[in-house]
C-alpha cells in the first residue's frame, strides 16, 4: 500500500477503513460534552505534578538520604523509563477494555503511587515513584488517543487544551512545592502529599465517563497499515524522545542549578514555575498552528533555535535568569504540542493513531529517562554545571535536526 506525503490533520475526519471494527451501540446515555471535557483535564493536571512538585524539593531530600546526584535523578528517570516501556502496553489494554476504565485505573494507580511517595524509607518512596510513572504512562498514550477518536474536528484545539492542562498542572506543582512546604511546617513530604489530593479529584472526575459513556470496540489484529512501515516514524519518536529529554532534565535540575548560583530555594522554586507558566500560551497556540502543514518545519525550528538559546543564556549568565528561563519555557510550551500533532499528522490513517503514539511515546520517553541520569551524573564527575548545560544544549541540537525531519516532505 503507498502512502500519502502527509496525512493532514483534517484527514482525522475520514471514515474508518472497512475492515475496522465499528463502535458498539452505547447502552447508557452519553454524558454531556462538558462533564467529558471537565474529567478530561483534571486528569490531565495529574500527570505532571509528582515529577515536577519534587524539583524544588531537591535539596531537602538529598540532605535527609544523603545521597549523590545520579541517585536523586532516579526520581524523574524511573517515571520516564516507565512511560517508555509500559507505551506499548497502553494499545494491548485497549483490545480488552475501554479506554475509559483504564484511564480511570491508571488515576488511581497515580494516587497510590503518591501516597507511597511520602514513605519513610528510599525504597518505598523509589516504588511509589514507579507506581505513578505507570499510571502516568497509560494515561500519556490514552488520553491524546481519545482525543482523535472522539474530537476528530477539532484535534488541534482539543490537543491545546490538553497541552495547557499537562504544562498547567507542572507549573502549579513546581511553584508552589516550596511555599506549601513552608506553609505544612518545613516538611518536604506534606507538600510532596497535597498531589494524593488531585489524584482524588482525577478519579471522581473521570467517573462520569466511565459511567456515561462506553464506547469500547475490540479492534482486529493486523487491521490497517503497520507503524513499522510508516517513514516518518523513526523521526517523530525520535523527535519526541529528545524534547522531552530536553524538558524532563531542567524541570529536574533546574531549582538546583539556581540555587547553586546563590538562590534559596524559594527563589528557585518560583523561578521553575515561571518558566513553566510561561509555556501556557505557546502549549495553546501552536496545535492550531500546526494544523496547517506547511507551518511544521517552521514551528520546528523556531522553538528549538529558542530553547536553545535560552540553555546558552543560562550557560554564559546564570544570575540573570528571567530572560533565559522565558526562551526556555517558549521552547518547551512549543516542542510538546508539536510533538502531539506530529503523531496526529504522521500516522497514516485513524487506526495508526494509537499505534504511533504508543511508539513515539515508548522508545521516546525511554530516549528521554536517559537525560536526568546524565545530566546528574556529570555534575558529580565535574564538580559543577557547565559540562551538563552544554550536553543540554547539544540534545537540543538534535530535537532541531529530528524536528525537520519530522516535518519535511509537507503537502500545503
Not at 499537562?166 to 502529599?193: C, H, I, Y
Not at 500560551?281 to 496545535?287: I, K, N, S
Not at 556529570?378 to 532541531?400: E, R, S, Y
Amino acid at each position: 500500500m503507498s502512502r500519502p506525503d502527509l496525512a493532514a490533520p483534517e484527514s482525522l475526519d475520514a471514515p474508518e477503513t472497512p475492515d475496522a471494527t465499528p463502535p458498539i451501540t452505547q447502552r447508557r446515555k452519553p454524558t454531556a460534552t462538558p462533564l467529558l471535557i471537565l474529567g478530561l483535564i483534571v486528569v490531565a493536571l495529574n500527570l505532571r505534578p509528582p515529577i515536577a512538585g519534587f524539583g524544588p524539593l531537591l535539596s531537602q531530600f538529598q540532605a535527609e538520604f544523603q545521597v549523590s546526584a545520579a541517585t536523586l535523578s532516579l526520581l524523574t528517570t524511573l517515571p520516564l523509563l516507565c512511560w517508555g516501556l509500559l507505551a506499548p502496553l497502553a494499545p494491548l489494554l485497549s483490545r480488552r477494555y475501554s479506554n475509559e476504565t483504564i484511564i480511570l485505573f491508571a488515576t488511581a494507580v497515580i494516587g497510590l503511587g503518591s501516597v507511597l511517595r511520602i514513605g519513610a524509607t528510599l525504597p518505598v518512596i523509589l516504588f511509589g515513584t514507579l507506581l505513578v510513572g505507570a499510571g502516568i504512562a497509560l494515561n500519556n498514550v490514552l488520553l491524546p488517543s481519545l482525543i482523535r477518536r472522539d474530537y476528530a474536528d477539532r484535534v488541534g484545539p482539543m490537543t491545546g487544551l490538553y497541552s495547557l492542562a499537562v504544562v498547567g498542572g507542572a507549573a502549579l506543582a513546581s511553584g508552589v512545592a516550596v511555599p506549601l512546604m513552608t506553609a505544612l511546617g518545613g516538611a518536604w513530604r506534606s507538600s510532596v502529599g497535597v498531589w494524593i489530593g488531585l489524584a482524588v479529584l482525577g478519579v471522581l472526575a473521570w467517573l462520569p465517563a466511565v459511567f456515561g459513556r462506553q464506547t469500547h470496540a475490540r479492534p482486529l489484529r493486523g487491521s490497517g497499515p503497520s507503524v513499522w512501515r510508516n517513514p516518518y516514524a523513526l523521526p517523530v519518536t525520535l523527535y519526541m524522545g529528545f524534547q522531552s529529554l530536553v524538558f524532563f532534565t531542567w524541570l529536574t535540575w533546574l531549582p538546583k542549578v539556581l540555587q547553586d548560583n546563590g538562590f534559596t530555594a524559594a527563589q528557585a522554586g518560583l523561578l521553575l514555575a515561571f518558566a513553566n507558566v510561561v509555556q501556557l500560551p505557546f502549549t495553546l497556540a501552536v496545535p492550531v498552528l500546526a494544523a496547517r502543514p506547511r507551518l511544521l518545519v517552521p514551528i520546528a525550528v523556531g522553538t528549538a533555535l529558542l530553547s536553545g538559546a535560552g540553555i546558552t543564556g543560562l550557560l554564559l549568565s546564570p544570575l540573570t535568569p528571567l530572560p533565559w528561563l522565558f526562551m526556555m519555557g517558549a521552547g518547551a510550551g512549543s516542542m510538546f504540542p508539536l510533538a502531539l500533532m506530529f503523531i496526529a499528522v504522521r500516522a497514516d490513517g485513524v487506526a495508526q493513531v494509537p499505534q504511533l503514539s504508543a511508539m513515539a511515546q515508548g522508545f521516546g520517553y525511554a530516549l528521554a529517562a536517559a537525560g536526568p541520569f546524565i545530566f546528574g551524573a556529570l555534575h558529580d564527575w565535574t564538580g559543577d554545571w557547565q559540562v551538563p548545560l552544554i550536553f543540554l544544549l547539544a540534545m537540543t541540537g538534535v530535537v532541531l535536526v529530528t524536528g525537520i525531519a519530522a516535518g519535511r516532505g509537507v503537502r500545503t
